[in-house]
């Protein structure tokens, strides 16, 4: 897949690994150069009547100062932090210093006045110049490629930030429930009307019959069958 063809987060994702690659592998040159200009500096300086018990000082100092600026440098960039002009100063500055170290007894061999080089080592020169220019011209294209990789990235992060605006405002809330009322109770059924039977007649002699007026008896009291009910006398 091609990478301006890969999602947005993907290419993020890509050049942060790639300014971090950027950072290992300066730091790496810086560490391989400073290593082999090592001897050359350390000469340079016991052949100025500085004592070798600290003449190997000189280089570890230097190494050290340009591997700090060098390694802030990237890790500030990772943050979109720029650096101000000092630390440009401080790589040149470290740079140039080990070049000249390392030239010196190619421009001026020993034995020459100091001035306008008249007895130049051609190979020394070219030998003894190759490490600390790559260094410094590493830095400073270095420092471009995260500037152009911090640009890239925030284009690509403002269009996530589009994308996730855009979705956000077109998203469907669901429809709210209506509250619905609590069912209403049905009214309780009336009781239904008690069929009063007719009541029974009371049969006295063969003279008058009255209808009976007491209530009817539940069932356990009721008269047997047969049974005759007494006639109310008549009075006299």
């Known amino acids: 897949m091609n990478g301006r063809s890969a ?18 592998v300066l730091v790496l040159v810086a560490v391989v150069a ?7 500096v350390t000469m340079f300086a016991i052949q100025h009547e500085v004592s070798p018990w600290i003449a190997w000082l000189l280089d570890p100092m230097v190494a050290v100062a340009l591997g700090a600026v060098l390694i802030v440098d990237g890790r500030l960039s990772e943050y979109g932090v720029t650096p101000s002009g000092w630390a440009s100063g401080l790589r040149w500055f470290a740079g140039l210093g080990t070049w000249v170290m390392n030239c ?3 421009l001026w061999p020993e034995g020459s006045t100091f001035g306008v080089p008249r007895q130049v080592d051609p190979a020394g020169l ?15 294209a270095i420092t471009h490629y ?13 269009e996530v930030e589009a994308v996730g605006a855009q979705v956000e405002t077109s998203a469907v809330h669901p429809p709210s429930t209506p509250v619905t009322a609590p069912p209403t109770p ?3 059924p009336e009781p239904a009307p008690v069929a009063v039977e007719p009541s029974p007649l009371v049969i006295c002699g063969g003279r008058k019959v009255f209808p009976s007026s007491s209530p009817r008896h539940p069932p356990a009291m009721r008269m047997t069958a047969g049974k005759r009910r007494s006639c109310p006398r008549k009075r006299r």
């Open 7 to 24: 999602p947005p987060r993907v290419q993020i994702a890509a050049l942060n690994r790639l300014q971090s690659g950027l950072t290992t």
């Open 34 to 40: 400073l290593a082999f200009t090592a001897t050359n």
């Open 104 to 106: 010196w007894g190619s």
């Open 126 to 140: 070219v030998l003894h110049s190759i490490p600390p220019v790559l260094l410094i011209v590493l830095a400073e």
């Open 146 to 158: 995260r500037r152009a990789i911090l640009g890239k990235i925030a284009e690509l992060r403002a």
């Open 186 to 188: 049905a009214p309780a």
